[in-house]
């Protein structure tokens, strides 16, 4: 009787385990696709900031790590652009925005990106300013 339950408890746990092992080995397999920021001379920085939101920016060495909330899917291309100007200020700022096409499948939904910003760095001065719609400025 008392093996029966035991047997029972084992085949009743046992997909839980599997389950939860194989999720641990997907976590871990997940690469993250760093992107390079974008310099367009044409870009309007202020062109659709109501459609977007950054909820976090983190920057560790040269990759700036956004999470986004957008009108936006896992698969679609979301860029991170620079203008190429910079606000006359020591130390310089630059003022980045994405742009992206707004996809209604995937309605306010939250992703994160990374981007390589080491092209948006002002050369000649140790610190750049990156100024994110919504966020305190990024000493880079």
């Known amino acids: 009787m008392m093996n029966r339950i035991i047997i029972a408890a084992i085949i009743s746990i046992l997909p839980f385990l599997i389950a939860n092992r194989c999720s641990e080995k997907k976590e871990k397999n997940k690469q993250v696709k760093v992107q390079q920021a974008i310099i367009d001379k044409s870009f309007d920085y202020s062109a659709n900031l109501s ?31 620079f203008n190429g100007n910079y606000l006359k200020s020591l130390p310089p700022k630059a003022q980045l ?13 939250t992703t994160t990106r990374s981007y390589n910003v080491s092209n948006v760095k002002y050369t000649g001065n140790k610190t750049t300013i990156l100024l994110l719609n919504g966020k305190e400025p990024i000493s880079y």
């Open 51 to 81: 459609n977007y939101v950054i909820k976090e920016a983190v920057l560790k060495d040269s990759i700036l790590t956004l999470t986004i909330e957008a009108n936006i899917c896992e698969n679609d291309l979301v860029e991170l652009v």
């Open 97 to 109: 925005g994405l742009r992206f096409t707004e996809n209604y499948n995937c309605k306010k939904n």
